[in-house]
């Protein structure tokens, strides 16, 4: 895909980074890594922020940063409580690398887009239009695990059942 120039020079320094590179090799929504997932949501995001008016570059940043948690969630198989499942405190990981990796880059506005993207799990909603646009575009550029359902109760944080076998 042919993104914008504009777009392109907001996140250069953080698509370039060497820890957030390695999210090329997290897997996220089915055949997606969390790399692309990002880029995804963050030109998406661009494109309504700009249309509107709204502070683009905060939100280029939020969005690009919304999934920078720690480590690959699918490959965690600790039993957790539920509300200590990934959908629910991701965010604050993520919020964490980016004030680590990117402190010059953080203001208000892009701590909300990245802490507020997954309301309602989150309970406390975006406080800026730019929060609400990233909160959306995620769900939208989500949408492609329906197409599994196979895998929904992963995404939902139950474990799947293993029937048993009888070996005779």
Known sequence: MKYDKEFLEYIDEI??????????????HENESVYDHSIKVAYESYKFAKRHHLNVRNTCIGAILHD??????????????????????HAREALYN????????????????????????????????????????DKKCSLNVLAHPSQYPKYLGLKRRRKNRCVI
Do not use: C
């Open 68 to 89: 920078f948690y720690f480590k690959p969630w699918q490959e965690n198989h600790t039993k957790k409580k539920f509300r200590e499942l990934h959908g629910f405190v």
């Open 98 to 137: 980016a004030r680590k990796h990117f402190p010059h880059l953080m203001n208000p506005m892009v701590e909300d887009i990245i802490l507020r993207h997954m309301f309602p799990l989150n309970i406390r909603p975006p406080k800026y239009a730019e929060s609400w646009v990233v909160t959306m575009m």
């Open 15 to 28: 698509i370039n980074n060497k820890e957030f590179l390695k999210r090329k090799k997290y897997a996220h």
